[in-house]
């Protein structure tokens, strides 16, 4: 089914500020090792390098890389040790409230990555922006919440996901779906968290 409002499916929307904390650990963390081993030497990179990796680490895994991915199927949330996966079948609501959240009959699942603007969002919204959006943002009297404004991180991501949402339900596509909700711990991302952290303290004793 084509779409007016997502294409090139599956997307990945991130926090405006995400590449900047990515690119900034990555350049920082490699200044610093490259500090510790230009003046301080073996003995220096040893003490000091797995607190340089676990802290650019810990900028990424935290601030970087949640994101929220729209695909045809269904959404995934990553945020940090943990992951949501939920289909459009199960969701009852697109929240923007504190962050862009996908509300279901069970429970409601938060995006970290995209976060409601709030009043910097309303001071810089245009007319033309608030009109025509999916009948699902607007509450009574076509009032709209400003996190829900479309030049905001959560008031976009939620744009394209309600617009996206709304068109499969009037297809008819979700008829025949059942509701799927999957929650998973983010062993991977976790271990590497907690590992390099461990191997920060035990450094010291070097």
Known sequence: MKSQY??????TLRARSAPFYTGGAALIGLI???TLAFYGGPAALARWGFWVLWGAY????LLGRPALVIDRQELKVLNPGVSH???YRALVDVSTRFHLTLVTARRSYQAFALP???????RSAHRAQLQSLPAISYGPGRSLR???????AAGSAALLLRGY????VEAGVLDSQEALEVSEPDWKG?????????????????
């Open 6 to 11: 997502v294409q090139n499916l599956p997307l």
């Open 32 to 34: 610093l090792l490259l």
């Open 58 to 61: 810990s900028i990424w895994y």
């Open 85 to 87: 996966r939920v289909n």
């Open 116 to 122: 409601a603007s709030g009043m910097l969002a309303s």
């Open 146 to 152: 400003t996190s829900d404004l479309p030049n905001s």
């Open 165 to 168: 949402w709304q068109e499969q």
């Open 190 to 206: 976790l271990g590497l968290f907690l590992g390099l952290g461990l191997l920060s303290l035990l450094s010291l004793f070097l």
